[in-house]
């Protein structure tokens, strides 16, 4: 998903400072820890069935939540925000009770849970769910009239929550190993869900059901309703696992606009297939649907809203032209396929997993149509939007996410590892082998910092905690001194240790390896060095360095 762009500041604090400041509640815990009624059974597969009313904006509906039981336990959260409403809870078709704390509800289940036993209860619900503000930053559900009759419906929940919109449970750390999505709209408009469509009921009410079926674990934010009066074509892009199908889906006045600008989308898909390994859902196809907000990632149906134009709405984030070389939104919520969808966190507080990697397949993207400069071009430019506020990893258990320096600054630590790896093909196996590894799971952050460290053969823990922990950049002093060139790192966190390509005067190239500690190289006449420009770092020259 992309962040909105604010005006950028200084302002160090520390995450203890940035957890303190912020009075955590109950509801935040519920929502973001696994709590002991979320952690006793394991989510196998949901069915979820809603009918969308335009009329007055409400939903209705239920979700049939199939669980492996872990261990034995009588008390399930399924979380629902407010203002919708739970109305019923059937197992094995006796109706249960439950109570309500906030957003979350708990059933007390009368037939016993015996470990190892998949059960299943059917979720019933209605109401009006909260409007998006500002999707897809501040989501909910989009009603918007077309003009032409019809309502386009959309939803849009990273960070707010699946359960904006259906019962869930709500927390990333599960998912579902496939799922089943019954739409029923009026016969004047059709629904775009994701994974392939497996048939449609045409109901005597004047509506018809559209049956989706996801054959992949998904994330709870990736599920989407797209309603619109919807025109579409289809493609076979020839990928490294065979044939994938390509849907597209617009609105009819944007149909020749849009059969222009999603030639993109093979593009990406080989661009990304090269740095990342196979698109991860061959099975379930992959679509691009037209929304009326910017976009998201997802899963298999990506929404589009970047007005035809290249760029992120017409304007090059990087300032270096190259960003006017491609439409933002296909590029960058496509790349979130890999990370965010096939590799999924597991907690908020590292969602630089999906935006670090994520921002910088924008730049790999660059480099893999218009060369390595250009990529490199792209990636630096980004800089200038860098706000060095708040660390980036945010605060666990109380769905939290940190620094939106996850995208800016995490693409640029992400290039700077590269060149710390010093071998381009060796990264790209780095990258390509986290999707592998991990492919369809959800993970802990430091699973990902710990692979690269063991791939690059290389304890990369101290790079990672400054740059995803530390809000300081990293500064090499120098000084030309009697005995050579004298070096280290400062505002740094202690014990930082990231080598370092530096240019000499007399055009010679070194690998420093600085530490906190002051050490020598022996030069002769250079005075001067100047530090390779695709390190995320800063430089001082002292007058003076002591041993």
Not at 154 to 164: H, I, K, P
Not at 438 to 452: A, C, K, L, P, R
Request: aromatic share 12%.
């Amino acid at each position: 998903m992309l962040r909105k762009l604010a005006g950028i500041g200084l302002l160090f604090v520390s995450l203890a400072s940035f957890a303190q400041q912020k009075a955590f509640t109950h509801a935040d815990t519920l929502r973001g820890s696994i709590t002991p009624e979320r952690e006793w059974w394991d989510l196998n597969y949901y069915h979820l069935s809603v009918r969308p009313n335009a009329n007055d904006s409400s939903l209705a509906g239920s979700t049939l939540i199939t669980y492996k039981v872990l261990k034995s336990y009588q008390t399930m959260q399924v979380d629902l925000q407010e203002p919708l409403q739970i109305t019923k809870v059937v197992q094995d078709g006796e109706a249960l009770t439950y109570r309500r704390d906030g957003n979350a509800f708990f059933i007390t289940l009368k037939k016993k849970q015996e470990t190892g036993k998949t059960e299943s209860v059917e979720v019933f619900y209605a109401g009006k769910p909260r409007l998006a503000k500002r999707p897809p930053w501040d989501g909910g559900v989009q009603w918007v009239p077309d003009g032409k009759g019809n309502t386009i419906i959309s939803t849009s929940c990273q960070g707010l929550g699946a359960s904006v919109w259906w019962p869930c449970k709500d927390h990333m750390y599960d998912e579902p190993d496939s799922m089943l999505i019954s739409m029923t709209v009026p016969k004047n408009v059709m629904d775009v869900s994701n994974g392939n469509l497996r048939s449609v009921v045409e109901n005597s009410d004047n509506s018809h059901t559209f049956n989706w079926a996801v054959k992949n674990p998904i994330n709870n934010y990736g599920v989407n309703m797209n309603v619109a009066n919807y025109v579409s074509w289809k493609e076979t892009f020839k990928g490294e696992k065979g044939d994938l199908q390509l849907s597209y889906y617009v609105l009819p006045q944007n149909l020749e606009k849009a059969k222009e600008q999603f030639k993109q989308a093979p593009k990406m898909l080989k661009a990304f297939e090269h740095w990342f390994g196979p698109y991860p859902f061959y099975e379930d196809g992959y679509k691009l649907v037209e929304v009326p907000y910017l976009g998201m990632e997802h899963q298999s149906s990506v929404t589009y809203g970047n007005d035809y134009k290249m760029g992120y709405r017409g304007k090059d984030l990087s300032n270096t032209g190259w960003g006017l070389k491609w439409d933002f939104i296909i590029i960058h919520e496509s790349g979130h396929e890999w990370f965010a969808n096939n590799i999924t966190y597991k907690d908020v507080a590292d969602m630089w997993v999906h935006e670090s990697f994520t921002n910088y397949s924008e730049n790999l993207y660059t480099e893999y149509y218009y060369g390595k400069k250009a990529g490199e071009d792209y990636v630096i430019g980004t800089r200038d939007l860098i706000a060095n506020d708040i660390p980036i990893v945010g605060i666990y258990g109380v769905n939290q996410e940190g620094s939106k320096d996850m995208y800016y600054k995490g693409g640029n630590m992400l290039h700077t590892i590269r060149q710390v790896v010093n071998d381009d093909e060796k990264w790209r196996q780095i990258l390509r082998g986290l999707n592998k590894t991990f492919y369809h799971q959800t993970v802990d952050g430091s699973q990902i910092e710990n692979y690269i460290s063991d791939q690059a053969g290389r304890n990369l823990s101290k790079v990672f905690d400054q740059y995803l922990r530390d809000v300081r950049i990293p500064v090499l002093e120098y000084a030309f001194t009697g005995k050579g060139l004298q070096y280290r790192w400062i505002n740094t966190i202690e014990g930082f240790d990231m080598p370092v390509k530096v240019k000499l005067a007399s055009g010679k190239e070194e690998f420093l390896s600085p530490t906190n500690e002051w050490k020598t190289l022996k030069v002769k006449g250079d005075k001067s060095l100047a530090i390779d420009r695709n390190f995320y770092v800063e430089s001082k020259e002292s007058k003076q360095a002591s041993l």
